[in-house]
């Protein structure tokens, strides 16, 4: 069974946490920390390196001892050390980790003074204020606390697309293989490539339910199996991901995957049209009294139903169903439309590769055109670039312009201060190809001021593109207070555009901001933000969300061939 490089990254992350709530030698943590961070951005699989009997030590942060940990991981699915952690420590202490604002060390304290093992008796020292006896919890931490265990109850048990996708297709395989499986569709909100996803909603035809169902509940990575019925099985995955597998007949295939595939909205309103036609409608198709009339594939269902086939991600009552009977359905963007990345960082400072790996990457995907994007100074913490290193930068990808089949285009994330002005001299920024402007701190300015700032910054002749524009981190971080209205029209009068930052904790902006850029009048640009060579490939979760925004190929400006995106940074310059 397939181990994936993000189950043993999560797998070293969470044993770094553990080993510093416990309060264990730094370094250890560290060596882990970095480890999970080097697997989660590789490109290669961890698993195929283990059986051709590749040396992991040649990988880099990779010692003998890690060497030998992922090899059991690999062969056993488990980290034995992991599993000790797990039984020394409570087990509430892993909820508390996803809080913003507390790390490790936090939890440590919360835990030694007051015993804290949920969000429970969080909630209760940090409402009490009894949390401010301790060293270093002030009212502001308090209250990024007491936010964060809103967020968390709010997101309920919710997985982000990236984290729930590998268990998705690994469990697609795994059920096509099977004997006796004609088809398998993994319908719901993960087909309809929702940012997050509740649980995963699986369909299969199969000619022997008995068997398959017996098959599924096998599946190596189950932790709990919840029922096994006549015809659906649900079971919980080792990551408390829910499965459910609905068997489904052969000529009813169409209408349950429409059905399943959802939303519910979506089908609600569908379900309507059809008792004004005076039919049923239901997940076994189309009925005109007793008799079938649609039902074996989505189609046909469409077609019946006097429409077009509406793609599942649009299918939100989004004033989708009218816009298909207005024949004015978008012709949506696909991820081989792309021809380019503009928001990469390297080695020069928090990215993992250097430039000249990131574009022979970049060009193995087929892009035409690259732009590197380094921190700007102020960013302290990623080694931000000051002018002068910006300008050794310039000076290396010039070079490599010579040499390589791919356009590297000189560009910065600058740090939008805190008055709007940019964090690099006119001078430089006036000698590159792009620029990005990012909002990193400050986060909590009025609604006004945060405006203000980003609309100064907008109005700089040398900004192109804002990054992540609402600064939301799924599950753990709220947008910023923004006038997205404001926003929307000077950065339609500028000829600045918006970023929809592919990074799947990101998605920002998000499908409805995008789809009302795009009204607006607004371009944007789908980027991975990467880190490394393997993130590249994010620009798939950027895609999935511009086509929830009804983004056609036009509206973003990375589609566009290099000389005519030239032409589009051009501005000030
Ligand atoms: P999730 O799992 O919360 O991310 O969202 P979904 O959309 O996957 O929802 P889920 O798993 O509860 O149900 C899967 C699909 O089944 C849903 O998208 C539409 C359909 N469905 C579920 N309940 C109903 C219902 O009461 N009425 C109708 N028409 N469809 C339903
Ligand atoms: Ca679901
Ligand atoms: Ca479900």
């Known amino acids: 069974m397939a181990v994936l490089n993000r189950e043993i990254a999560d797998i070293f992350s969470k044993t770094a946490d553990f080993l510093e709530i416990k309060g264990e030698n730094p370094f250890k943590v560290r060596a882990y920390r970095n480890a999970a ?3 989660q951005n590789m490109g290669r699989s961890l698993e195929s390196l283990v059986e051709e009997g590749f040396d992991l030590t040649r990988l ?29 420590l409570p087990e509430g202490l892993e909820e508390l980790l996803s809080i913003e604002g507390l790390g490790p060390k936090r939890i440590r304290t919360l835990y030694e003074t007051f015993h804290i093992t949920s969000l429970k008796d969080l909630a209760k020292v940090a409402e009490s204020g009894e949390i401010y006896k301790l060293k270093g919890f002030g009212p502001k931490l308090v209250e990024k606390i007491l936010k964060g265990i809103r967020l968390a109850k709010k997101s309920g048990r919710r997985f982000r697309f990236d984290v729930a996708k590998p268990y998705a297709e690994d469990l697609r395989a795994y059920l096509s293989k099977f004997e006796g499986v004609l ?16 649980d995963l909603d699986i369909l299969v035809v199969s000619d022997n339910w008995e068997k398959t169902s017996d098959y599924f509940v096998k599946y190596p990575k189950v932790k709990e199996i919840v029922s096994k019925g006549e015809t659906r099985s649900t079971i919980i995955l080792n990551n408390d991901l829910q ?39 239901n997940e076994y198709g189309i009925f005109e009294g007793d008799r079938k009339i649609a039902g074996e594939s989505e189609e046909q269902m469409y077609e019946m139903m006097g429409l077009c086939f509406i793609e599942p991600e649009l299918r939100e009552d989004r004033g989708e169903i009218e816009a298909c009977l207005k024949h004015s359905l978008p012709k949506l963007i696909n991820l081989s439309d792309i021809k380019g990345d503009l928001h990469i960082h390297t080695t020069y400072t928090d990215g993992k590769a250097s430039i000249k790996e990131m574009a022979s990457k970049a060009y193995e995907k087929g892009y035409k055109y690259i732009a590197i994007t380094d921190h700007s100074k102020h960013l302290t913490v990623a080694k931000g670039l000051d002018e002068k290193r910006l300008l050794e930068q310039i000076e290396e990808i010039e070079k490599l312009n010579e040499e390589l089949d791919i356009e590297i285009l000189k560009g910065i994330e600058c740090d939008i ?9 006119d001078e430089v920024l ?11 701190f400050k986060f909590n300015l009025s609604k006004e001021k945060q405006t203000d700032r980003v609309i100064r910054a907008i109005k700089n002749p040398y900004l192109n593109i804002i990054a992540h524009p609402t600064g939301r981190v799924i599950g753990h971080r709220n947008a910023y207070e923004l006038d997205m209205d404001r926003i929307f029209e000077v950065c339609a009068k500028e000829g600045v555009f918006l970023e929809i930052n592919a990074q799947p904790e990101r998605l920002d902006l998000n499908d409805i901001l995008a789809r009302e850029a795009k009204n607006r009048g607004v371009k944007l640009s789908i980027a991975t933000d990467s880190h490394d060579i393997g993130c590249l490939d994010f620009m798939e979760y950027g895609v999935n969300q511009a086509r929830r925004g009804w983004i056609e190929r036009e509206d973003v400006i990375n589609t566009l061939d290099l000389k005519d995106l030239k032409r589009l940074l051009k501005r000030g310059r």
Do not use: C
């Not at 088809?183 to 509740?198: D, I, L, M, N």
């Not at 006036?430 to 990193?440: E, I, Q």
């Open 37 to 39: 961070r080097i697997i």
């Open 60 to 88: 880099p942060g990779i010692g003998q001892d890690l060497a030998s940990y992922i090899e059991e991981i690999v062969k056993t699915g488990k980290f034995s050390k992991l599993e000790e952690l797990k039984k020394e």
């Open 183 to 198: 088809r398998v569709e993994v319908a719901g909100s993960y087909r309809r490539r929702k940012e997050t996803v509740g």
């Open 243 to 281: 499965v459910d597998l609905r068997s489904v007949p052969k000529e009813s295939y169409g209408s349950a995957l429409h059905y399943f595939t959802g939303s519910k909205a979506h089908n609600i309103k569908i379900r309507k049209m059809a008792i004004d036609r005076g039919w049923k409608i």
């Open 417 to 425: 201060l805190e008055d709007g002005s940019l964090d690099l001299s």
């Open 430 to 440: 006036k000698r590159l190809d792009v620029v990005l402007g990012a909002v990193h």
